[in-house]
């Protein structure tokens, strides 16, 4: 199935791109696409577990299930004030 992927701030400076469609496989999660990715981008692994991720513009957890044409946008923390 196909997703695409959008990451934002220095999300998109650690992956070297801020949109992409990936290929992934049937039933994949968030967690998963995103274990993938830390092994071939190393400054992802810096983020810690703080990521936020939104799929089809909708905050989820890592937990959540992928479908066909998703698109999950995966952002750093953010604070303000």
């Given at each position: 199935m196909k997703i695409k992927i959008k990451a934002f701030a220095n999300v998109k400076e650690a992956f070297g791109f801020d949109?992409?469609?990936?290929?992934?496989?049937?039933?994949?999660?968030?967690?998963?696409?995103i274990e993938q990715f830390k092994t071939i981008c190393e400054p992802l692994n810096e983020f810690n577990g703080s990521l936020l991720y939104a799929v089809n513009e909708a905050y989820?957890?890592?937990?959540?299930?992928?479908?066909?044409?998703?698109?999950?946008?995966i952002f750093p923390p953010v604070s303000g004030g």
């Open positions: 949109e992409k469609d990936l290929t992934v496989s049937d039933g994949i999660t968030v967690r998963e696409v989820c957890p890592e937990s959540t299930v992928l479908m066909d044409e998703d698109t999950l946008a």
